[in-house]
């Protein structure tokens, strides 16, 4: 399974109508969506499709044809997504009528295609299962914390209190297992509030 971190986009033409491909990172799908009927308020038709990794570990997945012909571009794009086994990705095609219907099959083919060729444009990053971690760490301690947490490059929140600050973060299986490596040589009031279970 696979991942994007940021948008990417193509064109594609075919016989005068416009097929804009943008895909997305799932979190930024409802701006994006916004932004793209700001962007394109002549456009006929903004077709879209996403799939999600819930937290159970199940692909969640819908689409929309935004008025095109039933089953005609939200499945291909849906499809094209599949193919490509992106998750927590969502792709917004936007369309512009050139004045010659395409059918059934060249609507099928357009929306696959115009996303397919995003997806080639793409940077697709293997996607790694990662749960939430927290854990309380004095004053004393933080800047040592920090100085690891930067070191194995995991990103990370603070959220300071009186006595020091909780981290936040999400690890993988074997950044847990570094993590709690580099943990145990530390005592009280060093506190792991939530560790990751896999």
Known sequence: MYI??????????????NFIAHLVPLAEFERVRERLKDEHPKARHIVWAYRALNEYSQIVENQSDD???KSTSGPSCLNALRGAGLIDTAVLVVRYFGGIKLGTGGLVRAYGG????????????LYEL??????????AQIAKFEHFMKKQNFAYTLNFTDTGAVFSCALSQAQTAIFTDFAQG??????????PEF
């Open 4 to 17: 994007i971190q940021r948008e990417f986009s193509a064109n594609l033409e075919v016989k005068k109508s």
């Open 67 to 69: 008025g095109e012909p």
């Open 114 to 125: 115009a996303v397919n060729l995003a997806i080639n444009a793409s940077e697709l990053v």
């Open 130 to 139: 990662k749960k939430p971690c927290e854990f309380f760490v004095p004053f």
């Open 186 to 195: 530390f005592i009280a009031p060093f506190e792991i509030l939530k560790l």
